[in-house]
């Protein structure tokens, strides 16, 4: 395989879902149980804030349960051993990358394990539950704590960060990814235009931008994963 130097790798659902977290878009997933206009939107926390801090208590508590699976660590290895650059750009919330071993991952959509002030804007790492009568720990407000999640109508985290890295890559991997959600799902595209970099997709089935990838690997990311890191650090040789 050709070498790259750097390489941008964009995760969704499907990698996580493979380690048992259950996603928003299948028939088990909690979108059966909630609306998205109940629990995903500014609106719906200024509606019920307890009904969406509950929802995001149980979310995080579940990330007790699951472990990294055999994608997580074979992105891992990839950025530890690669000559180059590997970017880790994630749709997921969880931090099953981190526990896999990635030593940095851009989290487009916000992080489970963090908390947001909406008086100071402070960000904190939390573990447990927050309730609305959890004050912050930088202004001591209450209530003052929001899931540091991108929600509908909301704009993704570090969209510039994500663009830059994007227009440097000479490789572009999206792996276990819809193509359904946007901005994410225009990456891809992004991608083509500039004409700057081979393009993989790796997913469980053509996903809806299939057309956009110059090459596609098709069935689980736990398994596919492994292999395309070795051919890529150069142990298929």
Known sequence: MVRYQNIVI?????????SGVRTFRDNDGLW???????????EAFA????????FYNLRRA????????????A????????????????QNVDDLHERGGAREVIHMH???????????????????DCTQGTECPSCGAKPALRPNIVWFGEMPFHMDLIYSRLRACDLFISVGTSGNVYPAAGFVAEVRRLEVAHT??????????????????????????????DELIGKDD
């Open 32 to 42: 059966e149980e909630h609306r998205v206009e109940d629990v995903a939107t500014p």
């Open 75 to 90: 992105i891992a290895r990839l950025q530890a051993e690669h000559d180059g650059m590997v970017t880790i750009v994630t």
């Open 47 to 54: 509606r019920d804030p307890n009904l969406v801090q509950r």
């Open 200 to 229: 993989i997709e790796v997913n469980l089935e053509p996903s809806a931008g299939v057309s956009y990838f110059e090459e596609c690997r098709h069935g689980p990311a736990g398994t596919l994963m492994p292999g395309l890191v």
């Open 110 to 128: 916000g992080e489970l394990k963090q908390v947001r002030c909406v008086h100071c804007g402070m960000v904190h790492a939390w573990q447990g």
């Open 10 to 18: 964009l995760t969704g659902a499907g990698v996580s879902a493979e």
């Open 62 to 73: 579940q990330l007790g349960t699951v472990e990294p699976n055999p994608a997580h660590r």
